[in-house]
């Protein structure tokens, strides 16, 4: 890989497990040096154990920023990207079931063992199920404030390794990590302590008007599945404890031999405009009935107007000289 095609910013790095290949597969979303847009992967062995994630990957435009991926045990997957639906394989049934009943395209989703599963929406709402493993994490998500998180990975390959971004910046992680990228990592994190440490240095003055609350984003396009219009209505994905979660039937046991069976959401047609050029307001219907006039008041007749005698003496003078000349 020559110099101007080293990677300067990552989008989405994701590791898959070593399965019909001898090292683990991966993928990388990115900018280069030369402030390209570039898609890396594993060559051959990511095309052939992820046919479709592959196809779907290079279908997508602006794919190296827009695309999130992320690998489970086995061959499991799932990836999305806002406004292009999603695709997966391998994963739990409960998080496919409830990815097929939302109207929005998840910003991530994280993988772990034993059918573990974390799922966070657009707006800021997040599910997870861990069945019993990542202790730890699921008792900071339970104590977290509603909205709080902005990324979270578990990892397929330990029960206990987990990485959380809140959005106030600050992170809560359990792994040791390569020495050579963890006083990268410990750099970055001091980098975000200190910058939250000033703005607490410096509060507003009590009497400054508070600063807007920072908009969220937009909801995505819905997408197309064969439950789209539920018995029941569906109401968006919240802050669940594994505890509140019903336990569901799960996957089949994962098959590292050949690629799974894979799904997909699509963006629905955009509908077409509504007739009402005003979508938000109610317009009044014209009314043709009878008026009621408030209480026991009675409209009163219109004035009659006296004609002035001077005028009904010309009126009259005028019409005898007119009977006069047809004589």
């Known amino acids: 890989m020559g110099p101007a095609w080293r990677i300067a910013q990552p989008f989405c790095l994701a590791l898959g497990p070593p399965v019909n290949s001898p090292e683990p597969i991966w993928y990388i979303g990115c900018k280069v040096l030369d402030g390209q847009e570039k898609t890396f992967y594993s060559q051959t ?27 489970g045990e ?37 993988l772990g063992k034993k059918n573990a599963w974390f799922v966070l929406w657009p707006d800021g709402y997040y599910s997870w199920k861990f069945y019993g493993h990542y202790a730890g994490l699921d008792t ?29 910046r600050t992170v809560k992680y359990n792994f040791t990590g390569c020495p050579e ?44 599945n064969a439950n789209a219009y539920p018995a029941q209505p569906i109401s968006p994905a919240g802050q669940l404890s594994p505890q509140s979660l019903s336990p569901q039937t799960l996957s089949p046991q994962l098959s590292s031999s050949r690629p799974l069976s894979t799904y997909s959401n699509y963006p629905l047609t955009p509908p077409l405009p509504s007739p009402n050029p005003y979508p938000y307001a109610v317009l009044p219907q014209p009314y043709n009935g009878a008026v009621e006039v408030p209480g026991s008041n009675m409209l009163a007749p219109p004035v009659v107007v006296q004609k002035p005698s001077s005028i009904t003496k010309k009126k009259g003078l005028l019409s005898r000289l007119v009977e006069k000349s047809k004589h």
């Open 140 to 168: 900071i998500l339970t104590d977290a404030e509603p909205r709080s998180v902005s990324y979270l990975a578990i990892s397929p390959y330990n029960k206990q390794h987990y990485f959380v971004a809140f959005r106030d």
């Open 181 to 224: 990228w963890m006083p990268l990592m410990q750099e970055v994190f001091a980098q975000w302590h200190s910058e939250i440490a000033q703005l607490q240095t410096y509060p507003q003055p009590p009497y400054a008007s508070p600063a807007p609350p920072s908009p969220l984003p937009l909801a995505q396009q819905p997408h197309w």
């Open 74 to 110: 086995g061959l499991s997957y799932f990836a999305a990207a806002p406004g292009h639906g999603s695709i997966w394989a391998g994963i739990p049934s409960d998080l496919s079931d409830k990815v097929q009943k939302a109207f929005d395209t998840p910003c991530c989703v994280a």
């Open 45 to 71: 062995h990511f095309d052939i154990n992820y046919p479709d994630l592959a196809q779907w990957t290079k279908r997508i435009p602006s794919a190296p920023r827009a695309c999130f991926v992320t690998f």
